[in-house]
């Protein structure tokens, strides 16, 4: 059995980043709250988001991939804005998405920068984003330590919504 991320030094790193990444969301969009799946499990999905609907009930207005990075907003421009994500978690998302009849984001905190870009990658049928599918190589986990070839989606985020931690 495999150990899972979130259990190594890298992992618990990796969970204080997105608390981080969910501070800025919550700055900007107050009403939207992020509600992370079990950290202790291989989810596809890393978070429901929910809104008030009502008076006394939530309502689930949408799924998120989150992921922090170690790159500059500067970096990723010159590297055309491209987010790599696994295409079978891309995909995996997306039908969880059109399942539960509810758009797809992605929250791409980048660390140096202490910004988050949000972005509606899918909805009601549609692609929001342009992405390429290509067969790379990359690093099979959090860890680094097997380095395995995998079709990768590399997602355009240069239109994203720009969110600045203070």
């Known amino acids: 059995m495999s150990q899972l991320a979130v259990n190594t030094p890298k992992g618990q790193d990796s969970l204080k980043r997105e608390e981080r990444s969910v501070e800025i969301l919550n700055n900007y969009h107050p009403g939207l709250f992020y509600a992370g799946t ?3 499990s291989a ?3 890393d978070a429901v988001l929910i809104t008030p609907s009502g008076t006394q009930s939530l ?3 949408g799924i998120a991939e989150q992921k922090s990075r170690w790159m500059s907003y500067q970096k990723l421009k010159d590297w055309d804005f491209e987010w790599l994500i696994t295409n079978e978690k891309l995909q995996k998302s997306q039908k969880i998405a059109e399942d539960l009849c509810v ?3 992605g929250l ?3 660390i140096p920068d202490d ?3 949000f972005e509606k ?3 009601k049928g549609k692609w929001n984003v342009e992405y390429e599918v290509r067969h790379t190589e990359t690093w099979e ?3 680094n330590k097997n380095k395995i070839f995998r079709d990768n989606a590399f997602v355009k985020m240069g239109k994203a919504e720009v969110l600045k931690g203070t």
């Open 115 to 117: 910004c988050l870009l």
């Open 141 to 143: 986990t959090t860890e």
């Open 103 to 105: 758009p797809l984001f």
């Open 108 to 110: 791409l905190y980048l």
């Open 59 to 61: 309502a689930v207005c």
């Open 43 to 45: 989810a596809i999905i």
């Open 38 to 40: 079990p950290k202790d």
């Open 121 to 123: 990658f899918w909805e």
